[in-house]
């Protein structure tokens, strides 16, 4: 079993905790310039500076560090335009298997028969996928990802003129994945 939030996940609720602790403590300094009752403000700084600490402690030891390939702002608010139901999964689970289980794994673990070959190994897709907007798995399925041996399935062969996957069969995998990772995928 694996930490249910990555390191990532940690260190952006620890920077929301620090600014919180900034803004008590910055409201503690003004009561006390004031010769207001400024203790409790303190304490809540205080305490949201522990859950910085805490934060970044577990995401530093305990949680995975699954780091984020780049992915243009507008990329992240694209959605998936096929309907959400078994047939767009099945669809979705065929292709999957046809071009992603090979490194991914017939269940999405990263264990495919070409995995232990990679460097670095593939994404566990059953915990990397919850984790990120159906627009930035679209941008990375389409066009790969950098210094991995993820291909660019949205790329145009020069020989058919067309891509690898078409747009729809893309977000069919997508798709797929998303109930993969819900467990609703059989």
Same mark, same amino acid.
């Given at each position: 079993?694996?930490?249910?939030?990555?390191?990532?996940?940690?260190?952006?609720?620890?920077?929301?905790?620090?600014?919180?602790?900034?803004?008590?403590? /910055?409201?503690a /300094?003004?009561?006390?310039?004031?010769?207001?009752?400024?203790?409790?403000?303190?304490?809540?700084?205080?305490? /949201?500076?522990?859950?910085?600490?805490?934060?970044?402690?577990?995401?530093?030891?305990i949680?995975?560090?699954i780091?984020?390939?780049?992915?243009?702002?507008? *990329?992240?608010?694209?959605?998936?335009?096929?309907?959400?139901?078994?047939?767009?999964?099945?669809?979705?689970?065929?292709?999957?298997?046809?071009?992603?289980?090979?490194?991914?794994? *017939?269940?999405?673990?990263?264990?495919?028969?070409?995995?232990f070959?990679?460097?670095?190994?593939?994404?566990?897709?059953?915990?990397?996928?919850?984790?990120?907007?159906?627009?930035?798995l679209?941008?990375?399925?389409?066009?790969?990802?950098?210094?991995?041996?993820?291909?660019?399935w949205?790329?145009?062969?020069?020989?058919?003129?067309?891509?690898?996957?078409?747009?729809?069969?893309?977000?069919?995998?997508?798709?797929? /994945?998303?109930?993969?990772?819900?467990?609703?995928?059989?």
């Open positions: 079993m694996t930490f249910p939030i990555s390191r990532q996940g940690l260190e952006q609720i620890a920077i929301a905790l620090a600014i919180g602790a900034a803004i008590f403590g /910055l409201f /300094l003004l009561r006390w310039r004031r010769g207001g009752d400024w203790q409790r403000f303190a304490q809540s700084a205080g305490f /949201l500076g522990g859950l910085v600490v805490v934060s970044l402690g577990i995401g530093y030891t949680a995975p560090n780091p984020t390939p780049a992915v243009p702002f507008t *990329a992240r608010f694209a959605q998936n335009p096929t309907p959400d139901d078994p047939g767009t999964v099945a669809f979705g689970r065929a292709l999957y298997q046809a071009n992603c289980a090979v490194c991914h794994g *017939a269940q999405g673990k990263g264990d495919g028969p070409a995995a070959t990679l460097q670095p190994p593939p994404f566990n897709l059953q915990v990397h996928v919850p984790q990120h907007a159906p627009g930035e679209f941008y990375w399925i389409s066009n790969g990802i950098p210094f991995t041996a993820m291909p660019a949205g790329v145009v062969d020069p020989d058919t003129g067309k891509p690898k996957l078409s747009e729809i069969e893309r977000w069919e995998i997508i798709r797929f /994945l998303e109930a993969l990772a819900a467990g609703s995928a059989t």
